[in-house]
């Protein structure tokens, strides 16, 4: 059980360039999530998913799109990327999205934009 | 909006000795608060979940309480050891699938 894993583990792009960030969860989870986590700002919400086939904008969505592949994998997309968007990013998921339902994060994703 | 404030300064304590660390929030109410340990360069992990109606929520050496009037969350760590040094996050939760993360506090345990 690998639980959730994000590719790759790090980035370095210049600005003006895309990529695509993955992850995949393989704990039969409905509800997936693209947070960032900046220096003295905690996590902040990005995306998310509430189950395959839906995507809800989070706190900062700007700059970036999502898709919910399946309900295994929910990828997060830059489209042209600026220095603003360095940052480590993290997937997360959940069962079913319930109150109080822990999130099962992966180890995150190091994208340094130049 | 939503304010979550952990005190950005580290927390360093003596081995054996008890951990507490604060969160706080303002322009929200959560139904539920969560605690999170995050080791460098690695995704957080789940410890404890506490809800808007306990007061006090304990598994083994830890201890989360509650207070929705003064709109503050204690987590303590009792006999801490240097393995639980790391970041603790604090995140709010309401909205079924919305989380407000705090940005942790840093907890050195020296020998």
């Known amino acids: 059980n690998a639980g959730v894993t994000q590719t790759p583990k790090f980035q370095v792009l210049k600005t003006g360039q895309s990529m695509t960030l993955q992850c995949a969860q393989d704990?039969?989870?409905?509800?997936m999530y693209w947070y960032r986590q900046d220096p003295g700002m905690g996590l902040r919400l990005i995306y998310y998913?509430?189950?395959?086939?839906?995507?809800d904008k989070g706190e900062v969505p700007n700059g970036y799109n999502v898709s919910r592949l399946n309900k295994r994998e929910f990828s997060l997309r830059l489209e042209s990327a600026a220095p603003s968007q360095t940052s480590v990013y993290f997937c997360?998921?959940?069962?079913?999205?319930?109150?109080?339902?822990?999130?099962?994060f992966g180890p995150g994703t190091r994208l340094l934009v130049l | 909006s939503q304010k979550i404030e952990q005190n950005s300064e580290a927390l360093n304590i003596q081995e054996g000795k008890t951990a507490t660390l604060t969160c706080n929030y303002t322009?929200?109410?959560?139904?539920?608060l969560q605690w999170y340990r995050q080791d460098p360069g690695r995704g957080p992990v789940f410890l404890l979940l506490?809800?808007?109606?306990?007061k006090e929520k304990r598994k083994e050496r830890l201890k989360v309480t509650f207070d929705t009037t003064l709109k503050q969350s204690l987590f303590h760590i009792t006999a801490s050891q240097p393995a639980d040094s790391a970041t603790y996050l604090c995140?709010?939760?309401?909205?079924?699938?919305?989380?407000?993360f705090g940005s942790g506090t840093k907890l050195n345990v020296k020998p």
């Open positions: 704990m039969n989870h409905n509800s």
């Open positions: 997360a998921s959940r069962l079913a999205g319930g109150p109080g339902e822990t999130q099962y």
């Open positions: 998913s509430a189950s395959e086939g839906t995507t």
């Open positions: 506490i809800r808007e109606n306990e």
């Open positions: 995140a709010l939760g309401g909205n079924f699938n919305k989380f407000y």
């Open positions: 322009n929200y109410s959560p139904a539920y």
